[in-house]
Nanobody, 121 residues
Framework: VQLVESGGGLVQAGGSLRLSCAAS????????MAWFRQAPGKEREFVAA????????SHADSVKGRFTISRDNAKNTVYLQMNSLKPEDTAVYYC???????????????WGQGTQVTVSS
């Protein structure tokens, strides 16, 4: 599976962004999809994940109520809607594909190249 993220950028605190991750190469609907993020000097951390059906979702406590993961299997794309952004959300955001919904990055075999999100105060 090849994954390409887009939609990152610079936004002021309190603003919104929507990230997209387009998949190709294998049957997208066979995979759970996830978003992780990595800030400079920190480990890559879980943000959100979604089952292949779209009916099971998981969000990290730090983003609950602000971020929402969704997917469109007809478009082979997973999204991350990010609202009420905070400076601490600044990171490179990566999407991953794997066999199941999990918050462990080791569960995801395929990764995109990442997209930078910068939130200014």
């Amino acid at each position: 599976v090849q994954l390409v993220e887009s939609g990152g950028g610079l936004v002021q605190a309190g603003g919104s962004l929507r990230l997209s991750c387009a998949a190709s190469g294998r049957t997208f609907s066979n995979y759970a999809m996830a978003w992780f993020r990595q800030a400079p000097g920190k480990e890559r951390e879980f943000v959100a994940a979604i089952h292949w059906s779209g009916y099971i979702k998981s969000h990290a406590d730090s983003v609950k109520g602000r971020f929402t993961i969704s997917r469109d299997n007809a478009k082979n794309t997973v999204y991350l809607q990010m609202n009420s952004l905070k400076p601490e959300d600044t990171a490179v955001y990566y999407c991953g594909a794997g066999p199941r919904v999990a918050n462990n990055k080791g569960e995801y075999a395929y990764w995109g190249q990442g997209t930078q999100v910068t939130v200014s105060s």
